[in-house]
């Protein structure tokens, strides 16, 4: 038996004297809908009847303080309820959290936890299989994308010139992987072979100040340079191999400057303090619309404007105007096509039909899934622009939602 689904039940061909878009390919059951959107840089809160040919701003998305929450990127809606489940980044601590709009007021509140440090790059709920007496539930999935700290396993490469300071504390000083010590004092009196190498091998830890300028001295931490200074106490630690050499040797003795070149996957810690580095991480998440816990579905390659999907399986989803397929079974990202406009933020599907949002030419704009392109030119709402996530619901039930709770 074909699977039934629902996911933002609405439409864009509406009732008599309303905006249609006449193509056999695109949905028409001719039922009325309602678009909402979220305009980014203001927080005001859009709404396109499309029974009416009419554009209202519902008002603004803010708290009853009066906080009016800019910069919401990502948005869900689960037919039969008030709000709109909004995804919103708080600049005062870079955590993402969900936030309900009430799709006839705009008043704002933010509920249960936090989904964690990022931003929300696309959202889209989807009734799924397997759950409950009658093996459907509604989900939220949402991107997110987020910076990822790691300081435990840096890629550290580079050459240093030993300085000859021997106060205990800044004293060059190598530990190897059997726990044998060498320091400064031991290259003074050790030998050398005829390369000058006084040892090469493996150390877990090396502690070096530079000697030198800025030219003679340096790093690489994965793969990007990094500059090393002068009266700088550096500690390497983690799996290393490393060499420590002088530049000059007269009679099998050492006459010139020491210096390590070393190879870590590691840590460095400058003047006591850890250093870190940071990459992107991008995945889609489940999202409990009722207190905002996750649960991880797929790791991303790539950041995307927007995910549509009527199963929460596969999603279609965009990265300017790139569309792209992605499946959670397989963990796959294929790339379908191009979509007609680079302005595109956010995809939706209306019924059976993917629709895209154009932000900049305020078009609305039915797509093929099979190629990404237009199926057909689509519709100019009017006076609608700069909307990163839109959501359709079905008239009949405005303004009469199923209320859900605040608390």
Known sequence: ?????????????????????????????????????????????????????????????????????????????????????????????????????????????????????????????????????????WVNFVILQAKKVNSSNLKIVGSININPNNSPQNEFHVTKDNNEVFTRDHLKTGQVNEAGTYYAGTAKRVLVKPKGNGNQNGLLINGQIYPVTNNTTYVFTGDMTIRVWNDHIKNAKAMGHWWINIEVNGSIEVNGEVQTSTSDVHRLVRVDHRDGTIEHSMTLTQMFDSIASTDGVSFYANNGDKLYKINVTNETETLVGTLPSSGIKTLEFVGTTLMAFDSTSDKLIPINKDTGGAIVGGVTLGGITDLDSINFFPLKEDPKFKLTSYD
């Open 1 to 137: 038996m074909q699977k039934r689904t629902r996911i933002m039940a609405g439409l864009i061909a509406a009732a008599a004297g309303g905006l249609a878009i006449a193509n056999s390919d695109v949905d028409s059951t001719y039922q009325s809908s309602a678009m909402v959107g979220i305009r980014t840089s203001d927080g005001k809160l859009h709404r396109y009847d499309f029974s009416t040919n009419t554009h209202t701003i519902v008002g603004v998305v803010k708290d009853k303080t009066g906080k009016t929450f800019t910069g919401i990127n990502a948005s869900s809606y689960i037919t039969g309820n008030m709000n709109i489940f909004a995804y919103w980044t708080d600049p005062d601590d870079g955590l993402c959290k969900l936030v309900y709009v009430n799709a006839i007021t705009g008043e704002a509140v933010i509920v249960g936890t936090d989904l964690g440090t990022g931003v929300a790059g696309g959202a889209v709920a989807a009734q799924i299989d397997g759950y409950g007496l009658d093996n459907k539930r």
